[in-house]
């Protein structure tokens, strides 16, 4: 189990989440540049980190002890509050993109912003060569093949996901990207941070994992969906219609019951609502359900709470370990960052992390965009396809890339 530290907060009133300046947070998602940046905002705070103190190693041991030893190290050193801000990859056994930042700075939320409300600038016309990996007709197939196996009950569910590989004849103007990413959606988790030499993963994810606040743990699973509509008796109708989904219903009630069985073990007392509720995005309505719950332990971190639960069988399936080789077998790419998490901690052992997803990796003038679909046995293989064309809607809008160019 990882140990606590509990250190100074050097953050001055103008910087801290609560304080309420104009502009604050805003002026931290106006300065953000693509490199050693990193962008990480929530409906708690809004944080912008540059440079890098010290990368959390590689190696065998697992990750919480590998980010413990690099914030020690910090302390020790002479930094007062270090910051482990990144990603962390769908498959464990991969590196994480995670580092103790130079300089940290802090402001409130981007929704308590009223300069959020000030709209982003159109995306510049480009053209894009939209590739999707695996092909609509070939993501249908895997989802029918899954659904087969599930009713011979090799496993319950599994989360079966897609690529849009988009390129274009100009660099990724990223700092434009993220604005138009945020101030979508300023409620939500908004990302940006280095992936790798030369790559950049970004997105506006719905989901939080956990987050830890001295010793509370809150997590937030989503499973269960459905697309918004432009007209808003359409939409109201979607949404009453997803409330009332015995398929949806059953596939949020097994990831729920998931986490619940996940963080039991770190709480005293756990508060879990017998219903969900619904959450929206700008292209989504989403079946949610907030779970709450004081530490048994107050030493144990907000990441150590994340590693316990990722992946959820909102991102993966169950059991998990079936799951897992379904995925490898039916999905013909590297999930990478996707699906795992991103987010920070700090030495006190608070930190908030996020479900990865809708988001893509940007590399020179490509991106690279994922989404994925919950599959149980009433899914349908044009459901489920339909369903992922909707999350991609998030960032093809932003780069302003018509989806029917695909041409499927």
């Known amino acids: ?72 190290a910090e302390l020790l050193a002479g930094n007062p ?3 482990v801000i990144g990603a962390v990859p769908f498959d464990p ?9 130079g300089t940290t700075r802090w402001a409130a939320p981007l929704a308590e912003d009223p300069l959020i409300a000030l709209p982003a600038a159109a995306p510049t016309a480009a053209r894009w060569d939209i590739r999707p990996v695996p092909e609509p ?61 030369g790559r950049t993963l ?9 987050a830890r606040r001295g010793g509370r743990l809150i997590a937030n699973p989503l499973a269960g969906s459905t697309p918004r509509s432009a007209d808003l008796a359409e939409d109201v109708r979607r949404a009453a219609a997803l409330l009332r989904s015995e398929k949806d219903l059953h596939e949020h009630a097994v990831v729920v019951d998931a986490v619940r069985d996940a963080l039991a073990p770190f709480a005293r007392g756990l508060d879990v609502p017998a219903r969900p509720t619904l959450v929206r995005t700008a292209a989504m309505w989403h079946l949610s359900t907030t779970l709450t719950g004081d530490l048994a332990d107050p ?9 316990a639960l990722q992946p959820t069988p909102a991102v993966c399936g ?56 919950g599959v149980v046995e009433q899914s349908s293989p044009e459901s489920e396809t339909a369903e992922t064309a909707a999350k991609f809607r998030t960032f093809l809008d932003a780069v302003g890339a018509d989806q029917q160019e695909t041409g499927r």
């Open 318 to 373: 169950t059991p998990t370990d079936v799951a897992r080789e379904v995925i490898g077998e039916l999905e013909p790419f590297d999930r990478g960052a996707y699906t795992g998490m991103v987010g920070w901690s700090d030495a006190s052992g608070d930190g908030e992390w996020v479900v990865t997803i809708r988001c893509a990796e940007a590399e020179g003038r490509t991106l690279r965009l994922f989404a994925g679909a």
């Open 202 to 210: 970004l997105g506006a994810s719905p989901e939080l994992l956990v």
């Open 81 to 83: 509050a270090p910051v």
């Open 137 to 197: 007709a070939v993501y249908g197939a895997a989802v029918a093949e899954a659904v087969r196996r599930m009713k011979r009950g090799e496993f319950g569910k599994v989360v079966l996901a897609r690529t849009l590989e988009l390129r274009s004849d100009r660099e990724v103007d990223l700092p434009a990207l993220l604005q138009r990413l945020a101030r979508r959606d300023p409620s939500g988790y908004t990302f940006a941070v280095p992936s790798g030499p």
């Open 299 to 307: 030493a144990v971190s907000a990441l150590e709470l994340a590693s």
């Open 1 to 72: 189990m990882t140990t606590a530290h509990h250190v100074a907060d050097p953050r001055t009133a103008s910087d801290r989440p609560g304080h309420r300046t104009v502009g604050a947070a805003t002026s931290l998602l106006d300065a953000y540049e693509p490199g050693d940046a990193r962008f990480f905002a929530s409906p708690t705070r809004t944080l912008l980190a540059r440079g890098v103190r010290a990368e959390v190693p590689h190696g065998d041991t697992p990750l919480t002890r590998r980010v413990t030893e690099t914030l020690d």
């Open 93 to 101: 056994a991969a590196a994480a993109s995670l580092a103790v930042p």
